[in-house]
Nanobody, 124 residues
Framework: QVQLVESGGGLVQAGGSLRLSCAAS????????MGWFRQAPGKEREFVAA????????DYAESVKGRFTISRDNAKNTVYLQMNSLLPEDTADYYC?????????????????WGQGTQVTVSS
């Protein structure tokens, strides 16, 4: 069983930055692919970024490429999402997710564990 706890959300002006953190329990963090997803009010959950286990391959949604960076600190069992140049359309609840395997995925259905989410609001 893996428990994920996100933090770092908040209110920020457009153009600003936030760093989200996701702390994971368990002894197999290093080998797990991790992902960030977001869900805006009235919209479906969408992929934001993912990092594989072991070799740290990365993938990003087109809408965040060049602005967001996903990283992980295996010693701390934590994955991060650095968000720069934030836009009002980035406003959403952001969720951390973990896979049982090491391959990253852009599909929410392929993640086995989810955090409770952290709210990000970007004002214009």
């Amino acid at each position: 069983q893996v428990q994920l706890v996100e933090s770092g959300g908040g209110l920020v002006q457009a153009g600003g930055s936030l760093r989200l953190s996701c702390a994971a329990s368990g002894r197999t963090f290093t080998s797990r692919a991790m992902g960030w997803f977001r869900q805006a009010p009235g919209k479906e959950r969408e992929f934001v970024a993912a990092i594989s286990g072991g070799d740290d391959n990365l993938d990003y949604a087109e809408s965040v490429k060049g602005r967001f960076t996903i990283s992980r600190d295996n010693a701390k069992n934590t994955v991060y999402l650095q968000m720069n140049s934030l836009l009002p359309e980035d406003t959403a609840d952001y969720y951390c997710a973990a896979r049982s395997g090491y391959r990253l995925s852009v599909w929410a259905s392929e993640y086995d564990y989810w955090g409770q989410g952290t709210q990000v609001t970007v004002s214009s």
